[in-house]
Every structure is written in structure tokens, then in C-alpha cells.
């Protein structure tokens, strides 16, 4: 059979190779062609039709300032998939784009299935109608989706689990020299916006701290430049090129960027400050749509619906603020004790693994 997968980020990709590796396990015949970075690219042993460097792009302003760019991806990726004729077009994260290629698609006669479903309960809930015209199947990975398209009546919708309880748990590394000095992991983020939010004020952490090893988890996608350009300021930060796991591996504790990150952090045990800083008209459309009801925006706070790790927002990740959250990670026993039993509950929560073969399972079947 032949597939069609669309991942526009960095998680996607992790993400995405992890169901092209269930959908080849399963199909020997299977025809992949993809749009994803090089973890996709590794498991297919093929080169993505487009690269997530040039497609990773977050936020009202920004998509915006890239609309010519948006709009011409979108052109491209439909008439690249007349030519390649798949039987499914399955779009992994990447909402803004995907589900529109998905409506295309569907109105086609092409099977369509989303993995890893838009965040509906926090925004934009009208897009369930529109998801329930044109997907045949809905994959979700969040526990407490359930409930909420359960209520809404969305019969094509499947729980397949989290897929960062696959990649965390099968991944195998080695601890890193720590040179005699605890590890904090630096983590800025996987687009050019939020590392230039995030990583000025980590590495001015850093250059406060120098008992401690600081290591940036830098992203091959992102020019060495860009982190060199914050990074040259301090003689307390090193950077390693997509080493995350391996640095969250052998970390005492972590700043991160909201995001995926986040929940992989805590899979790992690390202690961590999550921040998050972005343009401030793009915060404030999303305060006038998100529903009030959402308290957090990290998935470890989500997932757990409590506040398991301090999230330093906008005005909040300040000088001040990162240093005493700072602190209450390294130095605070209690308070890294109590974070690490909360992260067991989140694991608990995320069930054992095996979302991509449950995906492929469900795609295969649909198709036949």
C-alpha cells in the first residue's frame, strides 16, 4: 500500500519514524513518502520531500510574516500527492496544515487519519465538526482526550497512548562525562522564535552558576550559528547537536521550553523549570480563544492536572524568577523529591507504550 505522512516538527518526526518503522513491520509492500526531518529519514531510508527546517513555524505573528511561504507548501504538498496517488494521507501533529491537507484529501476519496490530535479542549473546539467530515480516523494520545471526544461523539476517534513512553523507554545511551560537575540540560526549544526567547536568560543562568555543567540540546534543523551567537557570551555553556536524550540521560535537573520537552524531561526523572516566551500579540490572540478553563501549559501540569513543575510564562521568565525556581531544583531536596514522585503518577497516567504500532494497526486496517 502506499502512504503519504506529513510531520512539519520536531516531535512529529521522532514521532512520525516511529509509526513509518510499525507501518513497514507490517507492510513488507509498503510505499512511504513523507515530509518530516531526519529521524523519518533515517527509518525510511529516503530523504523527506520537505525538510521540518523549513516548515517549523509557531505562533499568530509569525505565521503571518510566512504566509507566501505556508501557502506555497500547501500547493506543493497537493499536487505532490495527485502525483504519488497514496492510499492514505496521515498527518502526524502539525494541525494548521494537516487537517486542511486532510479535508483536500478526504474530498478526494483518499483515506485520511491524524495522529496526535489538535489541543480541541484548551482551543479552536470547532474544528471537531470539520475533523468529523473529513477524517476516518482520529488518533489521540493525551489520557483525558477520552472523556472529551467521547462526550462529542466523535465514533472515529482512537486512545493509541503516548509515543514518548516508546521513545523514552526503548532508547539506550550512555551517560555523559559530567568533567566533575552535576549536568543542567539547556533545552530552548526546536524553532528559531523560541530559542531566541529562551536561551539568552538560560545562559545568562549559567554564566552565574559555575558550579554546575551546562549543556544546550541543540537541534541540527537550527543553524550552529544561531545557538553560537547567545552561547559565545558565556564559557559555562557547551552545545551538543542532537544528543537530547543523551543529555537528559545523565542531567541533575533542566530549564525547558514548553513543549514536548517537557514530558520527555520528565520521563527521564530530571527535575525541571519549564518557560515560555513569545511574541506578545500572539499571546495575547490566544488568551482571547484559549478557554479559561486551562490552568497549565506544560504536559507534564496537563497530563497530571496539577502543577507538578513550575511554568515561568512571558513577564514570569525573568532574571529573578529563573533563579529561584533555579534553585528550587538543584539545592531543595524536598522539592526534587516531591517532583520525582509526581512524575511517576504522570507515567502511570500514559499507560505501556506501543502507540505507533496501534496507529499502524488502525491505518492498515482502514485501508484494506
Not at 510531520?7 to 519514524?17: M, N
Not at 499536487?79 to 502539525?94: E, M
Not at 462526550?151 to 509515543?163: I, K, T
Request: charge should be positive.
Amino acid at each position: 500500500m502506499r502512504y503519504y505522512v506529513i510531520a512539519g516538527e520536531a516531535s512529529g518526526d521522532l514521532h512520525g519514524s516511529m509509526l513509518i518503522k510499525a507501518l513497514k513491520d507490517r507492510d513488507v509492500d509498503a510505499k512511504i513518502r513523507f515530509w518530516g526531518g531526519d529521524a523519518m529519514a533515517d527509518v525510511s531510508g529516503k530523504a523527506p520531500v520537505k525538510h521540518i527546517s523549513e516548515l517549523a513555524i509557531m505562533g499568530f505573528v509569525e505565521v503571518v510574516t510566512h504566509l507566501r511561504q505556508v501557502i506555497g507548501n500547501m500547493f506543493f504538498c497537493k499536487k505532490d500527492i495527485l502525483s504519488f496517488s497514496p492510499d492514505v494521507v496521515i498527518g502526524v501533529d502539525y494541525p494548521g496544515f494537516n487537517l486542511k491537507i486532510e479535508r483536500w484529501a478526504h474530498r478526494r476519496g483518499i483515506k485520511t487519519v491524524h495522529f496526535i490530535s489538535p489541543n480541541l479542549w484548551a482551543w479552536k473546539q470547532g474544528r471537531i465538526k470539520q475533523m468529523k467530515d473529513n477524517l476516518d480516523a482520529l488518533c489521540y494520545i493525551l489520557p483525558f482526550e477520552q472523556d472529551f471526544f467521547k462526550v462529542r461523539g466523535m465514533q472515529q476517534s482512537y486512545y493509541v497512548g503516548h509515543p514518548l513512553v516508546d521513545s523514552v523507554g526503548n532508547y539506550q545511551g550512555t551517560h555523559l562525562d559530567t568533567g566533575g560537575k552535576p549536568i543542567i540540560a539547556l533545552l530552548p526549544g526546536s524553532r528559531r522564535q523560541e530559542l531566541h526567547r529562551s536561551l539568552p536568560l538560560m545562559v545568562e543562568l549559567a554564566s552565574r552558576h559555575k558550579e554546575y555543567r551546562f549543556i544546550v540540546a541543540g537541534m541540527s534543523l537550527i543553524d550552529r550559528s544561531v545557538y553560537d551567537k547567545y552561547i559565545s557570551t558565556s564559557d559555562n555553556v557547551e552545545l551538543l547537536i542532537d544528543r537530547t536524550y543523551d543529555i537528559l540521560l545523565s542531567a541533575y535537573a533542566a530549564v525547558v521550553c514548553s513543549g514536548t520537552a517537557t514530558l520527555e524531561t520528565a520521563l527521564f526523572n530530571v527535575p525541571q523549570v519549564v518557560c515560555y516566551a513569545a511574541n506578545p500579540v500572539s499571546i495575547c490572540i490566544a488568551k482571547a480563544l484559549v478557554n479559561r478553563r486551562i490552568k497549565y501549559i506544560s504536559l507534564v501540569n496537563l497530563i497530571a492536572d496539577q502543577p507538578v513543575v513550575t511554568e515561568l510564562l512571558q513577564q514570569e521568565f525573568n532574571t529573578a524568577r529563573l533563579e529561584q525556581e533555579f534553585a528550587a531544583i538543584v539545592v531543595n531536596m524536598e522539592s526534587r523529591n516531591r517532583m520525582q514522585q509526581q512524575y511517576a503518577y504522570v507515567r502511570s497516567l500514559l499507560g505501556d507504550g506501543g502507540a505507533a504500532n496501534r496507529v499502524a494497526e488502525i491505518v492498515i486496517s482502514l485501508v484494506r
